[in-house]
């Protein structure tokens, strides 16, 4: 049984897509299920239902595109990502992982092939965890590493909860039945482009993704004093920004990595009430720390608390921590699987291990899991200049597609 996936159809769908929430740079801001986000659901479920495929919803507003199989009890071979984007996203994070699992259930079912499972593409729910925090939320609640009640209680900064965000996404999908949360799994793959420089850099096509690196997020709350610019001393002053900068500071040198294995990022820095003549008063900003290595996670995560509260100064500090995932291996079927596909396609490809968190970190809590890199330019991501060459998503989906077909019949 052979199939080909169309790599023009593939490509024309992420022009199509991109359309939605596109941004005058050329890239994508598409919040999680903002109506930009909604309108690239609806679309999904527009392309599913001309091709019979039916689609569900989940609790948290994961979503199921299904390609039934002649067994409607065996649980499903699944692929897929997010189509949520970062505010100055691009035109590929997330998305590319969809349009992947999608092209492949279109081209198995071109090729007239009856499997024994479903198949199905998912779109998982908030992975990027820029409008509502954590990332990865809708995967780790269906996977149940994470609870609904406390994730659908989540606000963004508008006040409104993630629970009426998945209100509105099924009220504009009403024809769409109910999947339960920790539904079965046969296996999940994810294609995604890499968001790095490696493949690029070696002439690789394919990654055949080995891990993915953990995880600690922080928010740290700086609170000193407000006062006028003009008239108040600066040594009487307890100036939160000034303390912030310190810890920021300080921070840089905790977690000093020669090697450059190690990611710290500060990401978010707001200054109240951040107007021209007050001495800042409150400052609040985000920590985002990720090693492969969990000992280094534990050990210098634990040690942030200690750093910022030695540089307070006259202020008061406050670290919370936000989120957490640990570091995951990959192997098994599913990369076994894509080395095979590799091997029969004739793709130049390599190992490598995932700087970047994935919604296919929580799945290993369901079913066999892995994961399929491609190239993008420069390794840029998390930046509207993102961008792939056709040929490579088209790679990526090839296969997607035989990995689903493979398993679909030998697990
Ligand atoms: O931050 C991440 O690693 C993911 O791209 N959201
Ligand atoms: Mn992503
Ligand atoms: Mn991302």
Redesign the pocket.
Known sequence: MDVRIDAERLWQRHVEMARLGGTPKGGVCRLALTDEDIKAHLLLEKWARKRGFSVALDDIGNMFIRRDGTDPDAAPVASGSHTDT?PTGGRF?GIYGVLAAFEALEAIDDAGIRTRRPLEAIVWNN???SRFHP??MGSAVHAGVSTLEEMLAKTDRAGVTMGEAVKGLKAAMPDAGYRPLQSPLAAFVEAHIE?GPLLENTGNTIGIVTGMQGNRRFEVEVVGEEGHSGTTPLAGRKDAFKAAIRMARALEDHFHDPEDVLRFTIGRFDVHPGALTVVPGRVVFSI?FRHPDMEVVKRLGDGVAGVCAAHAGPCEVEVRETSGSPSVEFSGPVPEAIEASVGRRGYAAIQIYS????DSRHMVHLCPSGMVFVPCEKGI??NEAENADPKDLAAGAQVIADVMLDLAERL
């Open positions: 970062q994070d992975e990027e965890g990332g990865c968001q985002d700087g970047a968190g994935h991501s998390h």
